[in-house]
Protein backbone atom coordinates (compact mmCIF):
# COMPACT_ATOMS: atom_id res chain seq x y z
CA UNK A 1 0.00 0.00 0.00
CA UNK A 2 1.53 3.08 -1.16
CA UNK A 3 1.82 5.46 1.35
CA UNK A 4 0.77 9.68 1.18
CA UNK A 5 2.80 12.03 2.19
CA UNK A 6 2.07 15.95 2.85
CA UNK A 7 3.31 19.08 4.64
CA UNK A 8 0.08 20.63 6.97
CA UNK A 9 0.25 23.97 9.00
CA UNK A 10 -1.76 24.49 12.62
CA UNK A 11 -5.27 24.18 12.23
CA UNK A 12 -5.31 22.65 9.14
CA UNK A 13 -7.78 19.47 8.61
CA UNK A 14 -5.34 16.25 7.60
CA UNK A 15 -8.27 14.06 7.17
CA UNK A 16 -11.90 13.83 7.91
CA UNK A 17 -14.55 11.23 8.24
CA UNK A 18 -14.00 7.48 9.40
CA UNK A 19 -12.08 5.88 12.10
CA UNK A 20 -7.88 6.47 12.32
CA UNK A 21 -4.54 5.78 14.32
CA UNK A 22 -3.53 9.18 14.79
CA UNK A 23 0.71 9.60 16.16
CA UNK A 24 2.02 13.32 16.50
CA UNK A 25 0.95 16.66 16.57
CA UNK A 26 -2.60 16.51 15.70
CA UNK A 27 -5.53 16.36 18.01
CA UNK A 28 -9.05 14.58 16.65
CA UNK A 29 -12.19 16.85 17.00
CA UNK A 30 -15.61 15.65 18.24
CA UNK A 31 -16.53 15.58 13.96
CA UNK A 32 -13.93 13.07 14.04
CA UNK A 33 -11.37 15.59 11.49
CA UNK A 34 -8.07 15.71 12.76
CA UNK A 35 -6.32 18.68 12.70
CA UNK A 36 -2.61 19.62 12.78
CA UNK A 37 -1.03 21.20 15.80
CA UNK A 38 2.39 21.82 14.28
CA UNK A 39 3.95 22.53 11.02
CA UNK A 40 4.39 18.93 10.74
CA UNK A 41 5.00 16.57 7.95
CA UNK A 42 2.31 13.89 7.48
CA UNK A 43 2.10 10.42 6.04
CA UNK A 44 -0.80 8.53 5.32
CA UNK A 45 -1.02 4.28 5.50
CA UNK A 46 -4.51 2.90 5.07
CA UNK A 47 -6.20 4.21 8.21
CA UNK A 48 -3.07 5.09 9.81
CA UNK A 49 -1.95 8.95 10.18
CA UNK A 50 1.51 9.95 11.47
CA UNK A 51 1.95 13.47 12.24
CA UNK A 52 5.70 14.48 12.33
CA UNK A 53 6.76 18.22 13.56
CA UNK A 54 8.74 19.88 11.59
CA UNK A 55 9.12 23.66 13.20
CA UNK A 56 11.95 23.98 15.71
CA UNK A 57 14.96 21.37 15.68
CA UNK A 58 17.11 22.46 12.87
CA UNK A 59 20.01 25.35 12.76
CA UNK A 60 20.52 26.23 9.37
CA UNK A 61 24.60 26.42 8.26
CA UNK A 62 25.63 28.12 5.33
CA UNK A 63 26.30 25.36 2.47
CA UNK A 64 24.29 22.66 3.95
CA UNK A 65 22.10 20.68 1.33
CA UNK A 66 18.07 21.15 2.23
CA UNK A 67 14.84 19.72 1.32
CA UNK A 68 12.35 22.68 1.96
CA UNK A 69 8.31 22.33 1.01
CA UNK A 70 6.70 25.77 0.03
CA UNK A 71 4.72 27.09 2.56
CA UNK A 72 4.16 30.56 1.16
CA UNK A 73 4.76 33.34 -1.57
CA UNK A 74 5.33 36.63 -2.74
CA UNK A 75 5.70 38.24 -6.38
CA UNK A 76 9.08 37.34 -6.43
CA UNK A 77 9.94 34.86 -3.74
CA UNK A 78 8.72 31.49 -2.07
CA UNK A 79 9.15 30.87 1.74
CA UNK A 80 10.08 27.17 2.44
CA UNK A 81 9.45 25.03 5.58
CA UNK A 82 13.06 23.45 6.59
CA UNK A 83 12.34 22.28 9.73
CA UNK A 84 13.70 25.25 11.51
CA UNK A 85 11.99 28.44 13.49
CA UNK A 86 12.02 30.48 10.21
CA UNK A 87 10.77 29.52 6.82
CA UNK A 88 13.83 29.86 4.29
CA UNK A 89 13.59 32.12 1.19
CA UNK A 90 14.10 31.04 -2.47
CA UNK A 91 14.10 34.12 -4.94
CA UNK A 92 13.03 33.37 -8.27
CA UNK A 93 16.28 34.56 -9.73
CA UNK A 94 17.70 32.04 -8.07
CA UNK A 95 15.58 28.96 -8.12
CA UNK A 96 15.35 30.09 -12.48
CA UNK A 97 19.19 30.67 -12.43
CA UNK A 98 18.24 33.57 -14.15
CA UNK A 99 16.31 37.33 -13.79
CA UNK A 100 12.82 36.77 -13.10
CA UNK A 101 10.74 39.78 -14.23
CA UNK A 102 7.64 39.92 -12.14
CA UNK A 103 5.59 42.15 -14.55
CA UNK A 104 4.98 39.23 -16.83
CA UNK A 105 5.44 36.32 -15.34
CA UNK A 106 3.68 34.68 -12.49
CA UNK A 107 5.80 33.00 -9.49
CA UNK A 108 3.09 30.31 -8.99
CA UNK A 109 3.90 29.20 -12.94
CA UNK A 110 7.45 28.04 -11.42
CA UNK A 111 6.50 26.53 -7.82
CA UNK A 112 3.46 26.14 -5.77
CA UNK A 113 2.25 25.48 -2.32
CA UNK A 114 3.40 22.03 -1.40
CA UNK A 115 5.94 21.53 -4.22
CA UNK A 116 9.25 19.92 -2.77
CA UNK A 117 12.55 21.86 -4.16
CA UNK A 118 15.84 20.45 -2.62
CA UNK A 119 18.61 23.80 -2.48
CA UNK A 120 21.68 25.04 -1.04
CA UNK A 121 21.51 27.35 2.24
CA UNK A 122 23.06 30.53 0.95
CA UNK A 123 23.35 32.85 3.69
CA UNK A 124 22.13 32.82 7.53
CA UNK A 125 22.00 35.48 9.26
CA UNK A 126 20.58 35.65 13.00
CA UNK A 127 16.56 36.99 13.20
CA UNK A 128 16.46 36.76 9.91
CA UNK A 129 14.86 33.89 7.16
CA UNK A 130 17.86 32.13 5.73
CA UNK A 131 17.93 32.36 2.06
CA UNK A 132 17.97 29.00 -0.12
CA UNK A 133 19.89 28.53 -3.42
CA UNK A 134 19.38 26.45 -6.34
CA UNK A 135 21.57 28.24 -8.92
CA UNK A 136 23.61 24.85 -9.04
CA UNK A 137 21.96 22.22 -11.79
CA UNK A 138 22.01 19.38 -9.22
CA UNK A 139 19.62 21.75 -7.19
CA UNK A 140 15.86 22.08 -7.92
CA UNK A 141 12.46 21.02 -8.02
CA UNK A 142 11.63 17.46 -6.68
CA UNK A 143 8.36 15.75 -8.12
CA UNK A 144 7.16 12.34 -7.44
CA UNK A 145 9.16 10.07 -5.01
CA UNK A 146 8.07 10.26 -1.00
CA UNK A 147 9.04 12.11 1.46
CA UNK A 148 11.12 10.49 4.73
CA UNK A 149 11.83 12.70 7.79
CA UNK A 150 14.31 12.19 10.69
CA UNK A 151 16.08 12.93 13.45
CA UNK A 152 18.90 15.96 11.58
CA UNK A 153 21.37 14.82 14.15
CA UNK A 154 21.36 11.28 11.96
CA UNK A 155 21.43 12.59 8.77
CA UNK A 156 25.65 12.27 9.09
CA UNK A 157 24.97 8.32 9.89
CA UNK A 158 22.64 8.01 6.58
CA UNK A 159 25.58 9.74 4.74
CA UNK A 160 28.09 7.08 5.90
CA UNK A 161 31.70 8.15 5.91
CA UNK A 162 32.56 8.82 2.91
CA UNK A 163 29.21 9.00 1.52
CA UNK A 164 29.23 4.99 1.84
CA UNK A 165 25.89 4.36 3.28
CA UNK A 166 24.39 6.45 0.77
CA UNK A 167 26.86 5.27 -2.32
CA UNK A 168 25.19 1.43 -0.91
CA UNK A 169 21.39 2.30 -0.94
CA UNK A 170 21.86 4.02 -4.47
CA UNK A 171 24.01 1.05 -5.60
CA UNK A 172 21.53 -1.69 -4.33
CA UNK A 173 18.34 -0.20 -5.07
CA UNK A 174 18.86 1.98 -8.46
CA UNK A 175 16.96 4.81 -6.29
CA UNK A 176 17.16 8.40 -6.66
CA UNK A 177 18.02 9.66 -3.07
CA UNK A 178 18.58 13.15 -1.95
CA UNK A 179 19.67 13.91 1.87
CA UNK A 180 18.86 17.24 3.77
CA UNK A 181 21.05 18.47 6.03
CA UNK A 182 17.32 19.37 7.86
CA UNK A 183 15.98 15.87 8.48
CA UNK A 184 14.07 15.66 5.29
CA UNK A 185 15.19 13.26 2.64
CA UNK A 186 13.59 11.98 -0.65
CA UNK A 187 13.52 9.28 -2.62
CA UNK A 188 12.21 8.53 -5.72
CA UNK A 189 12.36 4.87 -7.02
CA UNK A 190 11.20 2.61 -10.13
CA UNK A 191 8.87 1.03 -8.16
CA UNK A 192 6.63 2.03 -4.74
CA UNK A 193 7.95 -0.54 -3.00
CA UNK A 194 11.46 0.27 -3.65
CA UNK A 195 10.98 3.52 -1.98
CA UNK A 196 9.07 1.34 0.67
CA UNK A 197 12.30 -0.19 1.43
CA UNK A 198 14.60 2.32 1.50
CA UNK A 199 12.31 4.35 3.95
CA UNK A 200 12.48 0.77 5.91
CA UNK A 201 16.25 1.25 6.08
CA UNK A 202 16.61 4.62 6.67
CA UNK A 203 14.58 4.50 9.89
CA UNK A 204 16.69 1.71 10.95
CA UNK A 205 19.48 3.58 10.72
CA UNK A 206 18.07 6.39 12.61
CA UNK A 207 17.15 3.78 15.09
CA UNK A 208 20.53 1.86 15.35
CA UNK A 209 22.74 4.69 14.19
CA UNK A 210 24.88 4.24 17.40
CA UNK A 211 25.36 0.42 16.65
CA UNK A 212 28.70 -1.07 15.17
CA UNK A 213 28.42 -2.88 11.28
CA UNK A 214 25.47 -0.67 10.28
CA UNK A 215 26.19 -0.40 6.90
CA UNK A 216 26.60 -4.15 6.40
CA UNK A 217 23.40 -4.80 7.54
CA UNK A 218 21.75 -2.69 6.05
CA UNK A 219 23.15 -3.37 2.66
CA UNK A 220 22.35 -7.08 3.59
CA UNK A 221 18.56 -6.13 4.39
CA UNK A 222 18.27 -4.18 1.49
CA UNK A 223 19.39 -7.16 -1.15
CA UNK A 224 17.58 -9.38 0.07
CA UNK A 225 14.57 -7.15 0.21
CA UNK A 226 14.90 -6.03 -3.53
CA UNK A 227 14.85 -10.36 -4.16
CA UNK A 228 11.77 -10.03 -2.77
CA UNK A 229 10.36 -7.17 -4.30
CA UNK A 230 11.63 -8.65 -7.98
CA UNK A 231 9.84 -11.78 -6.60
CA UNK A 232 6.33 -9.57 -6.53
CA UNK A 233 6.63 -11.11 -2.78
CA UNK A 234 6.87 -7.99 -1.12
CA UNK A 235 3.97 -6.45 1.68
Not at 162 to 174: D, G, Y
Request: aromatic content about 6%; some cysteine.
Amino acid sequence: MRTATKIVVPGETIVSGGMYTVRGSAITRPDGSIVATRVSLVRIKGREVNVVPLTGSYTPQRGDNVIGIVADYSVVYWLLEINYVWKARLDASDFLRRQFDASSEKITDYLKIGDVVYGKIAHVEKGLPPIITCRDKIYGKLEGGRLISINPVKVPRVIGVKSSMLEAIKRITKADVRVGANGIIWVKAEKPEIEELVERAIKKIERESHTSGLTKRIQSELMRGMKIIQKGEWE
